[in-house]
Each structure stands twice: as structure tokens, then as C-alpha cells.
């Protein structure tokens, strides 16, 4: 199912995404996923556990192991990385995509300082000097809002604390001005207050750069905050996706209209009174399944749910084309916002 | 050991407790910290911590990481014995040594965070969730049939008792370490953070089965949480750690609504937004980062308060006890307009 | 990392005294007479008397102890009852022999064994037959794999001298016997490590940032196999350095271990207890620098976990 490839065609997008699959053996990760993220924009991607997004994002970001067998088209900024030779692909792929990861603990060497880690790629890509580079490394440091660079850029990663290793990540993702930021849910382990901090420094540091952000959480808050463009995903499937805004408001899937009332019953619901829920728990990978995957949780399930999978279709009455939800029972659509 | 007094008061002096469970008689205390310290190496994890859960009630403990919140539980389960000050259970304190402790273990059952690591990947689901009968000597011929009444009322009504928990997802493994804490029908149940390593769509089920828990058997229960607004969901009573110190206490709907401490505040504010369209966060600066470990005598906010003024640097601010139950230990605690048009500044007399 | 390194010498002091004080009650099991292995001939129990007493051996235990021990302190490790020659004097020049060797046998197993562990990783279709190669070494006792070598190369191939002797030319099969003996612990850990270090989140990273495969293998993969890898240098040597009996027997090389056999067939106290006691203080002493190593090239390591 191709998205709208007519919106804004004079412009590249950051990320595009054509019927990606990824499985691993027999069971399929990510489902036949396509997707967009425009330049200067985020585009968040709500899941959970088996939702495939971080097998998403990963391919994304060609960071897959070879035991995972990869389908579909990713082009990144208009290219295609794949196509290129080894080597060229090597050489160009820390100024394509910056690849951030959610432990950034086991995500960095523990044994050389994080300064190091981020000079590595000006010494390897840019040629610089370890001098040089070791400046510069500083520098970027110093543009994702760290305290003292220099003392950090000397420290080894279990020296600091969680929400500066994320810093560092950022940077080091950063460094080389990729078009492309793939987050994958950074600030999950993160406190509240430091997760404040690291989304309103990536908002202030993404309006700088103008490049796109493929953004992974779990979180609907997190979205709210960061999102121009929302996609959600359950078994390996975009199940909607639109305009942050119009989704907030109006969701036309049982399962992000569930998301968002789960949310905002707990921070606004009745102390002491039992939270809105939904039944059931996210499926795991099968290699085949018949109807629609959220069925079995679904308060607006019937037969057909069960039998025929639904396919993405434009939502209805919706000013923004693009908005796209897999649904039988689609809810009933005001003026998109 | 004498057998525990259920109608005693706590024979410690009304300064030294912070919150009392919303009511003004106090209720029976069931679990207490009396200014309890915790020092590793030098540092405090906990400093001067006190707190009660009354009967019946469900206490909310706050705190980020670094707040001293798991040594707090790891205390309460009788893990660790505190540097100075003492836990009381059911009033009598804290019995030292393993088997002296053990009717008091009873007592307690404990949901921890991670539903990965707490169960035995060896075990069978009925040896999990009779082990607790097995060592307080309270099993029987019955024991399976038990088990099986657990397990329904955990909502896992078809599982196989021969089943291993690797079968189950994070959601099912949760709901065996609830049938396992409640199985030896103890009067307290303590929380850390049992919903936080959970899917979204998954944790309103495990909160809503462990509200249905307390409401069906009495529980008394102390919720660990970093989440203020879960927490501001199922406690009645909010503490707020920081940095091993208590910076306020109360109702839980005041303590959200109306923060007196700076600290409250700035957790309420980092919370995100609920649409695209009321985002929070954007034109924050944030908090300075943390220095080092916080001296004795002075606020432990200190370094990164918006509102910290001289005195904070040099002086420890005392606990202020307000008349409607909440507490906090800040010299320039935030006001708010009460409904009859006047500013509340918090006032309260001094209690240590 | 001070307070760290200052615990681990104390307690090294503290291991060697407390050997130092095995060694001498277990002199007390040894069976034998030393006054009968000074003067196997003699007749008379006059003669014994007064050799027992000449050596002090008729005081009260207590005071041998403290003699001892003070001498201990004092650098003095006695005199042999056999040679009439200061302990540390036979020692001395044997501990370089030992020294000798037991660096070579470290370089040889750390080659073969660690060469074994990257090739393994490396090069998957060949596991299974480095596999049965670590396998099979390890099920051979030293002495087998040395006089099998010593067979091959010196008797049937005239490649290596087979007299005794502690130059370089024959520093080689004995070496080479501890090499092979020792390589398929290192094959182990390296390939363990390695295998550990590929399929983590950092080298994750580094592949994302666009770094060579030769540069990611060196400066990130084997940079953290060094940490174990080193542990186990430290202990090797100690252990070499403690005497490799079976090795130095077989081949004849003068070292510790040879000392030490010698000096138990002839009931020559002193000297056992003198090997006792230097073997001790080389593993403290090596285990102790091989952390020092560690801390420089893993800084996890440089405080005590809490």
C-alpha cells in the first residue's frame, strides 16, 4: 500500500519507507510498513512490546543483523544506501542517519572516554587530526547543552549519569549533520524531569539542523510533545497515521483511541476509582494470522474483524491527505484538525 | 519477640513524623519509619525519613532515581537494617536477626519492578506461587487449590500450575508475583514501581488488579513510584523523596494540585503534555544539573531551586506540619489562593 | 583507585605470610629425620643429637617459629642442610631460569591460544575443528605433550638439543609444551569475549558511525578482551614462577620446580620451605601488577565495587 507519495513531491523527504518487511526466520517483525518523515519534521512511532518498532527502526538505519531478512525500499533523503557498494555505503551512512539508541549505557565503549567516542568520527569521516577532532568532539558536547564539556569529553561512560550519556548519543548521532535522526525511545529510562530536558533540547537542536526525526516510543505524552506527524504501529503494521493534532483529537483506530483515553483517564480520572483499560495483551510475532490483529482487544470487534485483515485507507472527511487508519469499524470522523 | 500490639500508638514523639495518613487521629500505624538514615560508604541514601501507613490506607512514595525510594523498600522488607532511626510494624519495632523476622515477613508482600527477574525461570508456576506457604509453614493438603483461587483472582484462571513463567508476557508475569505476595493474606502490601517496566495498554490492568487487591482484602499499601500522576491515581497520602530526604508530604489530591515544595512543582511541570496543541515543554530550560552530594546543613533542593535563597544554602529547613495534615521542609514554600480569596502560605508549626 | 590498590597489597601480605606459616607446620608432616639426611651414615644417636642440635631443631617449636620468621624478615631463608649454601643463594640464580620460561610458555599460550579464539570468531566454518583442537589439548597432561615433543624434535628430528641446559635453543620445546597446554583457556576467554563483543550495542554504534571493520575490531572489540585476558597473564605467570615441575623435569631445565623436587627427595627443609615461600609472594606479586595492567586498560575497574 503506497502512502501519498503526491504530498509535497518537490520536496525530499528525510525518510521514505515502502512496504518494508523484516523477518526473522519465519516470523514477521514488521509486517509491510511504509512511512514518511519530512525534512524539519518528527515523525513519532507509538508501539509496544512486539509492535516491531524497533526492528523498524533499525532497518531503517540498516543496523539489522544479517540473521534478519530485510524487504522493501528505504531511501534516505532520496537515496537509496543499499544500492551503493560496501565501502561507499560505510563511508556515507554517518552523514545520512544518525542511529540513537534507548540504553545508551551498553550503547557507548565503556572502555574508551566519550569524547574519544564522538572525535572518531571527525578522525575517520573529515580526516581531522586527534587533536582537532578531539575539539571539535568537545564543541558538539557543548551543543547538546552538557555542562563542562571538556571534564565529560574526558570521562568514560559509567561516570555519568543517564541523561548525559543520552547528550552524548545525541551528539554523536548528530555530528556530521545527517538528514536523518533515528531516536529509538531515548528517554524511556529516563527520569520525568531529564526526559523534559532532552525533548525540549532536541526540538530547540532539530530547528537548527532542519533534518528529519523518526522518533520510537511507547509514550503518547512524549508524542504530544515532540510530533508533527504520528504513526502507530501494532503487530508489525501501521495501523494509523496522521497529523499529530488530528489523531490527538480525533482517533479513528480503537487501538490509538484506547492509547489516548488510557492516558488521559490516568492523569485526569478519579483518584481511588479503577483506570479505563484495555483487555488483553499486544500479540506476539505469527506467521499467519488471519483478521486483524487487534481483534481479540478490540471493543468494536465483529465477525469480519476476524476473518478479513483491514487494509490503510484514507480516514474519511479528512482535510490532510496522508491520514491513513486499518480499520473496519473506523470511528466516526469530525472536520480533522 | 512479643506479639505485636494491634491498637498501640507509636511510642515516638509527634515531631518526628511527616504525613499521617490524611486523617487527624492518625489512624493505626501498620508500617512507620521514625527518622531513618541510611548511609553507604559515607553517603545517605536516606536522611531523617519518616512516614506512616495507616490501616487501610495506601501511601504514595515519589521519587526519581537517586531518591532513596528502593532503599526505602529494601528497608521495609526488612533487607537492610537503617544507620540510625528504626521501622515499627504494627507499632512494635523491627525485629533484628532473620528468624525473628520472619512473622513479620508474613505480613509483608512485595510486587517488584521488574516482572523479568523477579520470578525463578526454573520454577513452576505452582511451586512460585506456594513458595511463601512453604516457608512460613503454612502449607497443607490444600495448597494447590489455593494456589488455583490465587491465580483466578490475579485473572490467570486457566494457567497450568506446571507451567514455567517463561510462557507468560511481562503483564502475566506480574500478575504470579501478585498471587505469590498475597498468598499468605499478609496485612501490607508493598509496591516498587510494579507497573513501570510494563506495556502502556498493560498497566492500567495491573493497577486496577492490585486496587481490587486492597479493596477486597484490606491491604494496607505503600506504592513506590517515580510516575507522580499513577501515583496521584491510587495513593491517598503522597511523600516526595529527594535525594534521600523528604520534602513533602499530604493528601495526595493537595500535594498534586497545590505543590508547596519547589521540587513537587518541577516534577508536575516536567510531566508531557496530553496534546500536540497544549505542549509544555518547549520553552523550558530545565533544572541545573546536580552537584555533588548534598551537605547536612542545608537544603537538599538547594542547587537547583528556582526559589533558593541564602538561608537554603546554609541552613537544613525544619518540617512544617500544616493543619490539614500535609507537611514540607522548605523556607519559601510555594502559595496558593484558597476558595475565600485569601493566599494559603503554608504556615504550619515547626516540627523538628 | 589508591584506596583500591593499597587493599589488595595488604591482603597480598596477608596471603603470603599465611603460607609462609602453612609451609612450616606441613614441615611437621613431611616424614623423615633431617638430622638422617645430613648424615645418612651416621650410627650413633650422639651424632643425630648433636647435629639436631646444631640445627636448632631441639627447641621448642615456638622459638623455631619465631627464628624463622624473623630471618624471614630479615631477607634470610635459612641454610640448606644438603648443599651448606644459603637458601636464597640456590634460589637466586634458578628463579631467573624459571623467570625465563615461564615468560616464554605466557608468550607462547597467549599466541596460540588467543590466535586460536580470533580465528574461531572470525571464521565460523572453522569452529568445530578449533573446537576439537582446544579439546584435545586440554585432555593432554603436560608431561605427555612434552616428552611427546621432546621425542619428535630432539631425539627423532634432531631439531632441538635434549641435554639439559637453560640457553635459547633449548628454552624452545618447554616452552612450546607450556604454550600448548595452556592455549585453549586463552582460546576460550578471547573467543568468549570476542563473540560477547560483536554482538553488542557499542560495536552496534560503531558500525552506525561508519568505522572500518579493521578499526572496530581493534580499538573496540579487542581493547575489551584484554581485561579477562590479562587477569589470567597474571595468574599464569605466578603460577609459572611458582615452578612448572613437570615441564622443568622433563626437559631438565634448571629452575625452581627441578630445585624443589630435589630438595624434597633429599629432606633439605629449608630449600622446600624457600621455594614455598618465593612461589607465594610471585602470584601475589603478579596478580597484583596484572590488576594494576586491568585498571589501566578497563577503567571499570579502578574502584572496588560498593
Known sequence: MSVALEVAAHEVAALQVEDLRVRYGRLPAVDGVSLRVEPGQVTALIGETSSGKSSLALAAARLLPRAAAVTGTVLIAGRDLTALPAREFRRQRAGMVGYIAQDAMAALNPVLPVGRQIAELFGVHRGMSRAAADEQAVRELARVRIDRPGAVARAYPHQLSGGMRQRVMIAMAMALSPPLLIADEPTTALDVSTQAEILSLVRDLQAGTGSGILWITHDMGVVAELADWVAVMYAGRIVEQGPAAGVFGHPVHPYTEGLLRTRRDLRAGRPGTPLYQIEGSPPTPSADRRGCAFAPRCPRRTVTCTERRPELVTVKASHESGWLAACHHPAQQGAGS | MTAPAPQARPAVAARDRVGDGGSHDGGVCVLGFEAVSKYYRGVAALDQVSLVLTRGATLGLVGESGSGKSTCVRLALGLERPSSGRLTFDGTPYPRGRRRQRPLRRQIGFVLQDPYDCLDPRMRLRDIVSEPLRIHRMGGRDTDQRVGRMLAAVGLDDAPLDSYPARYSGGGRQRIAIARALITDPAVLLCDEPTSSLDVSVQAQIVNLLLEAKRSRDLSVLFVSHDLDLIGRVADTLVVLYRGRVVESGPAAAVRARPRHHYTKALHDAVPADHPARRVLQARTGLPPASGAPAADCCVFADRCPAAQARCRTERPPVVREADGRSHACFFPLAWPTDHGQTDHGQGEISS | ?306
Open chain 3, 1 to 306: 583507585m589508591a584506596r583500591t590498590l593499597i587493599r589488595r597489597v595488604a591482603f597480598g601480605v596477608i596471603a603470603v605470610l599465611g603460607v609462609a606459616v602453612l609451609a612450616f607446620l606441613l614441615e611437621f608432616v613431611v616424614p623423615g629425620d633431617p638430622a638422617r639426611a645430613i648424615a645418612p651414615r651416621a650410627q650413633s644417636a650422639a651424632v643425630l643429637a648433636n647435629i639436631r642440635a646444631q640445627l636448632h631443631l631441639n627447641r621448642p617449636l615456638v622459638v623455631q617459629f619465631v627464628d624463622y620468621f624473623a630471618g624471614l624478615f630479615r631477607g634470610d631463608l635459612g641454610t640448606s642442610y644438603v648443599q651448606r649454601q644459603s637458601v636464597a643463594s640456590l634460589i637466586g640464580p634458578r628463579l631467573a631460569t624459571t623467570g625465563a620460561l615461564a615468560l616464554a610458555g605466557v608468550v607462547a599460550e597467549v599466541l596460540i591460544g588467543g590466535g586460536l579464539g580470533i580465528v574461531a570468531t572470525l571464521y565460523p566454518r572453522v569452529r568445530a575443528a578449533v573446537t576439537a583442537v582446544n579439546l584435545t589439548l586440554l585432555a593432554l597432561p603436560q608431561f605427555v605433550v612434552g616428552l611427546v615433543l621432546l621425542l619428535v624434535f630432539g631425539f627423532r628430528l634432531h631439531l632441538a638439543p635434549v641435554t639439559g641446559g637453560a640457553g635459547p635453543a633449548e628454552i624452545v620445546l618447554p616452552a612450546l609444551t607450556l604454550g600448548l597446554v595452556g592455549a585453549p583457556w586463552y582460546a576460550q576467554i578471547v573467543a568468549d569475549q570476542m563473540a560477547d563483543s560483536l554482538s553488542s550495542a557499542y560495536v552496534r554504534t560503531a558500525v552506525a558511525k561508519g568505522l572500518p571493520d579493521r578499526y572496530i575490531l581493534w580499538r573496540h572489540v579487542l581493547r575489551n578482551v584484554l581485561s579477562p585476558a590479562i587477569t589470567m597473564v597474571g595468574m599464569d605467570l605466578g603460577a609459572y614462577l611458582s615452578g612448572v615441575v613437570t615441564v622443568e623435569v622433563v626437559f631438565g631445565w634448571p629452575g625452581i620446580g627441578l630445585l624443589a623436587v630435589e630438595s624434597l627427595q633429599n629432606l633439605d627443609r629449608p630449600v622446600v620451605m624457600g621455594t614455598v615461600i618465593v612461589g607465594a609472594v610471585a602470584v601475589v606479586l603478579f596478580n597484583l601488577l596484572a590488576d594494576v595492567l586491568r585498571m589501566y586498560v578497563d577503567p571499570r575497574t579502578r574502584e572496588d565495587p560498593a
